[in-house]
């Protein structure tokens, strides 16, 4: 007589070999998906720089980017520097808002050349960080880029080791 189907022995070998072939795919995985995270993050902070400069030469007022990075790390953008983890000391600047920890989880920052206050500054009418540059690095698992802010207000974004889309290695 003879027999259509697979045997339980045949099952479970294909099984076994669909879950080795999974296991070594796996690294490649997180290693996408903190190429993703690393990629908006930088993206969200080198966007709140721009939104701040235009602010700035829009108002003719001073515009700060602080940055608390101890523990859970946020950024916000206001008129004064500020504590952005105690909202109540920061003025909001309208339709700018704050990036956090909890938003990119689990993007940490590594290294901050902001001056020890940890803010920037963006000048009235010109926009300019004159004296006020600085770099953010940012890591999640195996990846590692950086937000570099110069005194002319210019934002570039870099990855450390690797290129990835629009983002280009430092």
Known sequence: MKQFGFSLIEMLI???????????????????????????VLDSVSSQFSR???????????????????GHWCLHVSMLPCNCQKPSTCSSVVSIPTINYYNHNPVKIV???????????????????????????FNAGDVTGKVILSNMGRTRTCLLNQQYGHIEQC
Do not use: Y
């Not at 701040?52 to 101890?70: C, E, G, K």
């Not at 290294?111 to 953010?136: C, Q, Y």
């Open 52 to 70: 701040a400069q235009l602010v700035a030469m829009q108002s003719n007022q001073a515009v700060h980017v602080s940055l608390n990075h101890s």
């Open 14 to 40: 294909v099984l076994a070999i669909v879950l080795i072939v999974f296991s070594m795919a796996a690294p490649a995985f997180q290693h996408q998906i903190n190429l993703g995270k690393i990629s908006r």
């Open 111 to 137: 290294n901050n050349t902001f001056n020890p206050a940890g803010f920037t500054r963006f000048a009235p009418s010109t926009g300019l960080t004159a004296g006020h540059a600085g770099a953010i690095t």
